[in-house]
């Protein structure tokens, strides 16, 4: 079955740094990549629809100058959370659309400082 | 517009014990659902989904689910509950297979010997 790929699995920064989340197709092709955020005991709220080649189109509420969203290549998206804050933190999923399925990566669990 | 209600953000149930969990959904188009879980601080798991067709859908680990379009509901049972079912359990809805998808609140399942 089609594999996502999402590093790193985890990771702790200091306020202020950014911080790069990868997210890898790895056996097929994904035009579309989308990039969800989960607050603990919350639901996942869907951040961005992530497309090769073009800007990514984000959801009502979110920054995109915070959460820069590049899609280079039809295996790869990351999120790079700008100048992180404490109120950053969370676990973030990527999934990734082929054969009219939706594939989820491990997710990445951000912690700032 | 789409949107996703889970009734009960936790359940409790006795091992061997029926497993009800509980969906409605609101869409203004042909609906595609769909039943996630997620264990702690890993990704989502695709249980089951109903595109088009069979109303009772068959998923992995026992779990299956019945679309039933003027209730609008799309509830989750398994006839008897094991240990490892506990989790965190998501419904979804979205307007294809491969669109992004809209998360129900979430139901966390225990499962008490």
């Known amino acids: 079955g089609a594999v996502v790929s999402q590093h790193p699995s985890r990771v702790i920064c200091k306020s202020g740094t950014s911080v790069k989340i990868e997210c890898r197709s790895l056996?097929?092709?994904?035009?579309?990549m989308f990039w969800y955020r989960q607050f603990p005991k919350k639901s996942l709220m869907l951040m961005a629809t992530?497309?090769?080649?073009?800007?990514?189109?984000?959801e009502q509420g979110v920054e995109k100058d915070k959460f820069l969203i590049n899609h280079a290549s039809l295996t790869l998206s990351t999120l790079t959370v700008t100048s992180a804050h404490p109120e950053d933190s969370s676990f973030y999923i990527c999934s990734a659309s082929y054969d009219e399925k939706l594939f989820f990566g491990s997710g990445t669990q951000l912690s700032v400082l | 517009a789409q949107s996703v209600t889970q009734l009960g953000s936790h359940v409790s149930v006795s091992e061997g014990a029926l497993v009800l969990l509980r969906c409605n959904y609101s869409s203004s188009v042909p609906p595609y659902l769909f039943w996630y879980v997620q264990y702690p601080n890993q990704g989502l798991q695709l249980l089951l989904k109903?595109?088009?067709?069979?109303?009772l859908v068959k998923g992995i680990n026992g779990f299956e689910a019945e679309f039933k379009k003027s209730e609008t509901s799309f509830h989750l049972t398994k006839p008897s509950a094991h240990m490892s079912d506990a989790a965190e359990y998501f419904c979804?809805?979205?307007?294809?297979?491969?669109?992004?998808?809209?998360f129900g609140q979430g139901t966390r399942l225990t499962i008490n010997p």
């Open positions: 056996d097929f092709q994904a035009t579309t």
């Open positions: 109903y595109t088009t067709g069979a109303t």
């Open positions: 992530s497309n090769e080649g073009s800007k990514a189109t984000y």
């Open positions: 979804a809805v979205s307007a294809s297979g491969a669109q992004k998808l809209v």
